[in-house]
């Protein structure tokens, strides 16, 4: 069984900064791509920063300049170090993991962090 583990969240004010962590257990065969993804009330979820096993990296137009997604290959976390936070950031953060247990690709997801950014 495989679990994204996630921490980090909570509520800051306007311009400053949170770290978000997560950390896949589990009889885990090989991780890809890690990522994290955020879901606002009534909007549909979306990708924030992608990180793959040789360390490229993509952000949401949004973010860019102001988040950082950085993995750990042998301990198999992903972490999202979040500055200048915007009150248009608030949302549930999830964790996501494209991993293997045995030799096929599955997605796995985290249960979700709530980050609140007050005006």
Do not use: H
């Not at 495989?2 to 896949?24: D, F, I, M, P, Y």
């Not at 950085?70 to 500055?83: F, I």
């Amino acid at each position: 069984q495989v679990q994204l583990v996630e921490s980090g969240g909570g509520l800051v004010q306007a311009g400053r900064s949170l770290r978000l962590s997560c950390a896949a257990s589990g009889s885990i065969r090989s991780v890809n791509a890690m990522a994290w993804y955020r879901q606002a009330p009534g909007k549909q979820r979306e990708l924030v920063a992608r990180i793959t096993n040789s360390g490229i990296t993509n952000y949401v137009d949004s973010v860019k300049g102001r988040f950082t997604i950085s993995r750990d290959n042998a301990k198999n976390t992903v972490s999202l170090q979040m500055n200048s936070l915007k009150p248009e950031d608030t949302a549930i953060y999830y964790c996501n993991a494209l991993l293997s247990v045995s030799y096929a690709l599955n997605n796995y997801w985290g249960q979700g962090t709530q980050v609140t950014v007050s005006s």
